[in-house]
Each structure stands twice: as structure tokens, then as C-alpha cells.
């Protein structure tokens, strides 16, 4: 993926927005996507006399090919006002720099306090870039945290990515706060689909995975409904334990039947997944690799046995 993230050069006085914000923002895009190296905008230590001229410049100085602009600094509901971008002509200026720059279905990200409020300039650039099918991401009111405001919607159309009354909501609240979670940056290509996926369940969960250590190992097979079950290799559908999984607070945490208990970080690494196992031996580090998709392992071939008293069930050591 290609791209070009700016953000303004100086913190406002006495504030350490730029610095503290904005910066961090905009390195963590890049490194999340492996983009160009982001750019520092002049806006003066106080932004009052940012210049708009040389901010549009820096974009029609670029090569151009960007699949993803991103933008970091303040904003309003009809200006970029680090960049002193205001109105709609504005909007129409920014849009006329970006244009020959973008490839069609160009994500425009605006980190950017209310610029996504109803009429205003994510609308309007919008509107602006529509011969390039672009979709806009911005933020509405209440102003908040420049990346990490979960009051995000999209235009065309401004619908929120994820509304306040959608179930989902506590979830996607708690994702775009949490300290080392990127999910902040990696929404805009994520499908509808996809998003609640993660919201719901990590992703790659679902499967088989192949966990184990020095002293032998076991099967774990993840289900859609929060169960999960424990084979051996040697029996892939013989149920040695059962238990439930739940995530809090990038933790996947798994209560066995037996007493034994993991935790699993999120987001997970399907090759080389870290497990703390805790059980009659005390805590030991394991290794996890998914093997298998949901498919393979049918869900009712295994919750057919879900009806086994747990004194029938064989603890796996």
C-alpha cells in the first residue's frame, strides 16, 4: 500500500499537541501500514498563520499512487485548522491537490476533532472526490483524543462506523482506547464484516490450533460461541476437555472443565502464538500455531459430545 501522512510541525503554546499527538499518530499509521515516511507541515508554534499554500504544495510535490491520506492535527467542523484549510473552498482546494495524487478508492483519513460533523469538511471533500470513489473517515462531536476517538463516521453518507446503540459499541469504545491496540489505524480497510469479527472475537481464533511445549502437546479447536474444545493429535475429534473463551483487555482467557486455565495475548500471531498455561504444575509459556480452518472442523461433529458427564472427560496433563 502506498500513501502520504501529514502533520503539523509545532506544538500549540503550552500544549503539547503536536508533539504528544499528533507525531505519535502519525508515526504509528506508518509503521501500522509500512508507508512512506510521514511529513511535518509548517503551522507556527501557535497556528494561527499556518500556511495553507505550502501545506497544498507539499501534496502537489509528491509522486502521487496513494491508496490512503492520512491527516493528524486540529480540526474543525469546516476547517483543518493546523493547516489553515477553511471552508468550503477550502475543502474544493484540498480536494484539487489530492485528486491527481489518489488511485481510485483512495481512503482519506481526517485525525482531525469534529471535521466529520454533518454539512461540514469531511462532506464536503467528499463530495469533492467523487470522480475517485474516495471514502472519507472523520470525527464528530464531542472533540476527543486525535486517533483514538471511537465518534468516527464515514462519507459518503456519514453514517458512524460503528453507532452508539449498536451492540458492538462497548467493544469498539474499549478497542480505539486501548493503549498498544492499533485498531484505530487498521479500521479503514477492514470490511464491515471483518470489524465485527474483532469486535467479537480475535482475529484468526476460529480453527484448530496446535499448542504445546517441551513435554508434548495438544489440539484446541475455537468455536463462534465462545466454547472451545481440547484433542489430542492423535484423535482430533475426541474430546479430552471443554472450556469457554472470553477477551478483556487484550486477553484471551480460556476456563477449562478441568480447572486449568491459558492466556492467550491479542491481537493473536497465528504462526507463533505465546500461551501462558496454568494448571496442576503450576504456570508454564507454551506455543500456539493455528493449522486449521473453522471448515474443517465442523462444530456439530464435536458439540454432539458436549453431553458427556465432565467426570468422563480426560484432563490432558
Given amino acids: 500500500m502506498n500513501g502520504f501522512i501529514m502533520a503539523p510541525a509545532h506544538n500549540k503554546p503550552g500544549r503539547p499537541d503536536a508533539t504528544g499527538a499528533f507525531h505519535i499518530g502519525a508515526a504509528g499509521f506508518q509503521k501500522v501500514h509500512s508507508l512512506p515516511p510521514w511529513v511535518r507541515f509548517e503551522n507556527t508554534e501557535n497556528s494561527k498563520t499556518a500556511d495553507a499554500k505550502g501545506f497544498l504544495k507539499m501534496i502537489q510535490d509528491q509522486p502521487g499512487g496513494w491508496d490512503v491520506f492520512a491527516y493528524f492535527g486540529h480540526g474543525d467542523s469546516n476547517a483543518l485548522g493546523s493547516a489553515d484549510i477553511r471552508g468550503r473552498k477550502g475543502a474544493t482546494a484540498l480536494a484539487d491537490a489530492l485528486r491527481p495524487k489518489c488511485n481510485i478508492g483512495v481512503i482519506v483519513m481526517l485525525y482531525a476533532c469534529n471535521t466529520g460533523a454533518p454539512g461540514g469538511f469531511a462532506q464536503w471533500l ?13 470525527h464528530v462531536p464531542p472533540p476527543g483524543h486525535t486517533f483514538q476517538n471511537a465518534n468516527v463516521v464515514a462519507y459518503p453518507g456519514g453514517a458512524p462506523v460503528i ?16 493503549t498498544g491496540n492499533e485498531l484505530w489505524a487498521r479500521f479503514p480497510f477492514m470490511t464491515a464484516k471483518e470489524l465485527e469479527a474483532e469486535l467479537t472475537a480475535p482475529e484468526y481464533l476460529m480453527g484448530r490450533w496446535e499448542v504445546g511445549g517441551k513435554t508434548g502437546g495438544w489440539h484446541e479447536v475455537f468455536f463462534g460461541d465462545m466454547t472451545v474444545v481440547r484433542t489430542d493429535s492423535a484423535s482430533r475429534y475426541t474430546i479430552r ?4 473463551w472470553t477477551v478483556a483487555h487484550h486477553k484471551l482467557s480460556i476456563n477449562w ?9 491479542t491481537p ?8 501462558k498455561h496454568t494448571g496442576d504444575e503450576g504456570m508454564k509459556t507454551l506455543k500456539a500455531k493455528r493449522i486449521e480452518a473453522p471448515n474443517i472442523n465442523p462444530q456439530r461433529i464435536f458439540h454432539g459430545q458436549l453431553h458427556l458427564k465432565r467426570s468422563k472427560l480426560i484432563k490432558v496433563g
Fill in 163 to 178: 453507532p452508539h446503540n449498536s451492540p458492538l459499541w462497548h467493544d469498539w469504545y474499549r478497542d480505539m482506547h486501548a
Fill in 241 to 244: 476437555d471443554r472450556g469457554e
Fill in 126 to 138: 467528499a463530495e469533492d472526490l467523487a470522480s475517485l470513489s474516495a471514502t472519507v473517515y472523520a
Fill in 268 to 275: 493473536l500471531s497465528p504462526q507463533h502464538q505465546t500461551v
Fill in 257 to 265: 472443565g478441568s480447572g486449568d486455565s491459558e492466556e492467550w495475548k
